[in-house]
């Protein structure tokens, strides 16, 4: 069965011949995890900073063509994204100077269990495929900080979708991809405080990031991410001004964490409620933690458990994913056991369990999920000293989380649940994923759906 990787390879039709759809969503959702601040175009999320380099109006201003007037005129009161193709950042990324073979080393930003050449591989695929190696990448911003625990990226990809012949990108989609967790301490650390703050940094940094985005450059407007990259897309949505809400034609949540039980029941989260598509595994982990009220697409994955979370995992079949009716019975049972340990704990009991955690994590001095993989052996002796030296209702409280978290995680994708998180009060799954949507878009804007099969 193909993955994102073959269709990205097989898939040759223009985005006017076949529109942007949800197995579009995951590969920029996922590129996003290349090493694309060093390569993009950056932004600058401070206002009392310029934003994207050429988007100061004084700067514009001085930069007057008198060859090209008319250009000039034109990018002064809209100026064009400072960009990149895929196809020049792929040579940046890859291409040694020495040979020019792909072979130039550098390391994605993905959760260490993800083999990072598969990352290099998408974005090799990508660069070479006449779809995508026209879309352009610009507006990287990327943002770590050890001290409010917080670990943001984002890039915009904008598509050759534009209506003019001669500039295909001019006013062509702006595709808003929010970077999930990455390997750090600090990414995950910020995931679980989720359970007892709202909002966290990187929450408030997609809606600045959003707002900058809409406020400098033309076009309609689609936002998607992966992990946490969907909950941030989602975010950045509920918190734009009406302006830019109608410029929003999709959100996608690829498996991403839900919220809080009060912010979905909010006005402003049923304003964006129908523009969201959550895609998850059958065995979702990531994707049932809090509360998701919209109707879940549950895609097919040729992995069990938390290996379910790869991108590369989700089986595709043409232009589409393919599809289960339900999500398995240990991902529905992981979503009722977590939220209800969230709920007989106080927001201080929380946070005190997350930080009780992330210390036993940290005991060896590992910063990176990866640097304690790589040495877990003799990190347990450290790791359950600082587990011993941590109060008793702690230690009960985080083991509690801990196994949670474990019998989900080694869930073999079998059985599935009783009640149906997909299926709607007359117990069908969706037939089309327009069927989510109440905003009036065309038929242009909405992804193709996915047929359910049962595998």
Known sequence: MANIIDYARDEVR?????????????????????DVANIGPALMLDENQPHASGSSFAGRLRAFEPEHPLIWFRNLWHPPLESVSLAEANKELHHSLSSGDDDKPHEPQVVAVIDPSLTHTLFQVCAGSPRFRNIRLGAVAEHVNRGEQTQFAAATFQLPDGPSRRHRTHKGTLVISFRGTDDSFIGWKEDFNMSFQYPVPAQRAASAYLDTVARLWQG???????????????????????????????????????????????????????????????????????????????????SDGIMQHSAYTWRVDGDRFVTEPDISTGSQWFNEQLNQWVTDLTPEQRERAVDALFRVLHANGA?????????????????????????????????????????????????????????????????????????????????????????
Not at 14 to 29: S, Y
Not at 240 to 262: M, N, W
């Open 14 to 34: 223009p985005f006017d011949e076949l529109p942007f759809n949800e197995v579009d969503a995951l590969i920029l959702a996922t590129l996003v995890y290349e």
């Open 367 to 455: 910063t990176r999920l990866g640097d304690l993989m790589s040495h877990l052996p003799a990190s347990i002796p450290s790791m359950l000293g600082a587990y011993v030296g941590l109060t008793p209702e702690d230690r009960r409280h985080l083991t509690e989380a801990v196994a949670i978290l474990l019998r989900a995680s080694t869930t073999k994708a079998k059985g599935k649940a009783a009640t149906s998180r997909t299926a709607d009060e007359s117990g069908t799954a969706p037939e089309s994923v327009s069927e989510a949507h109440a905003d009036g878009g065309t038929a242009a804007d909405e992804p193709p759906s996915a047929s359910s099969s049962s595998q």
């Open 220 to 302: 309609p407007i689609v936002l998607t991410g992966h992990s946490k990259g969907g909950n941030l897309a989602i975010y950045a949505a509920m918190n734009a001004t009406q302006k830019v809400q109608r410029r929003i034609r999709h959100i996608y949540s690829l498996d991403g964490p839900g919220f809080p039980r009060e912010i979905v029941s909010s006005p402003a989260y049923l304003a964006v409620q129908p523009k969201v598509t959550k895609i998850v595994p059958s065995s979702s982990i990531v994707g049932m933690i809090f509360e998701t009220p919209e109707p879940c697409r549950v895609v097919s994955s040729d």
